[in-house]
């Protein structure tokens, strides 16, 4: 199933999830968590993080896809995402000595970053603490697209998590030019 099969028969299984649960509008995070458990327990969950994150064959770099990721990201997942998420740096740093992230942010939100905190800082902190290797040492670039609007209110919220070494490395493209670049990272172009 291609990523865009998939995500519309996310799409389809939300709809239904939502129809038989009324959306709620003031307990929305534990709502939406619980749809991401229902969908990770639907799919594959094989095939939902392959289609989140992978090395794009064309520059060897790691892509990490956020609007696949919100859709089963949950509790009971984040350390099998983060394993998966290193397998490919690792692989990355054994062939090119160092590892580059391209992440599309894609509607990423102040309420994702507090939804998430957890895994990013699971994530972070396994990177500063793995003893054979410091992961933040073979980071050279770490590229973000689609940046939220208020990308200052969530830098704020979330870079006290990251090690400052790895803020060096980060580009964060405008919105209005990141389909462009992210094709062209891609190798779409």
């Known amino acids: 199933m291609t990523s865009e099969d998939l995500m519309n028969d996310i799409e389809n299984?939300?709809?239904q999830y939502y129809s038989e649960n009324s959306k709620n509008y003031f307990f929305k995070k534990s709502q939406k968590l619980d749809c991401a458990q229902k969908i990770s327990e639907?799919?594959?969950i094989n095939d939902l993080i392959q289609k989140t994150a992978w090395i794009i064959p064309s520059s060897g770099e790691l892509?990490?896809?956020?609007?696949?990721?919100?859709?089963?990201?949950?509790?009971?997942?984040?350390?099998?995402?983060?394993?998966?998420?290193f397998n490919l740096m690792n692989t990355c740093i054994a062939k090119n000595g160092k590892y580059v992230v391209h992440v599309d942010l894609n509607s990423f939100t102040v309420s994702a970053a507090e939804r998430?905190?957890?895994?990013?800082?699971?994530?972070?902190k396994r990177c500063i603490e793995?003893?054979?290797?410091?992961y933040i040492d073979y980071c050279d670039k770490w590229y973000i697209y689609?940046?939220?609007?208020?990308?200052?209110?969530?830098?704020?919220?979330?870079?006290?998590?990251?090690h400052p070494d790895v803020l060096n490395t980060l580009t964060i493209y405008p919105k209005k030019d990141s389909m462009q670049l992210l094709n062209i990272a891609l190798g779409n172009i």
Do not use: G, H, W
């Open 13 to 15: 299984f939300k709809e």
């Open 42 to 44: 639907q799919y594959d």
């Open 63 to 85: 892509f990490l896809n956020y609007p696949m990721f919100k859709q089963y990201a949950n509790e009971n997942n984040y350390n099998t995402i983060i394993d998966y998420v």
């Open 116 to 124: 998430y905190k957890d895994v990013i800082t699971l994530f972070n």
């Open 130 to 134: 793995t003893k054979d290797i410091r």
């Open 146 to 162: 689609n940046p939220p609007l208020v990308i200052d209110m969530i830098s704020s919220m979330i870079a006290p998590m990251i």
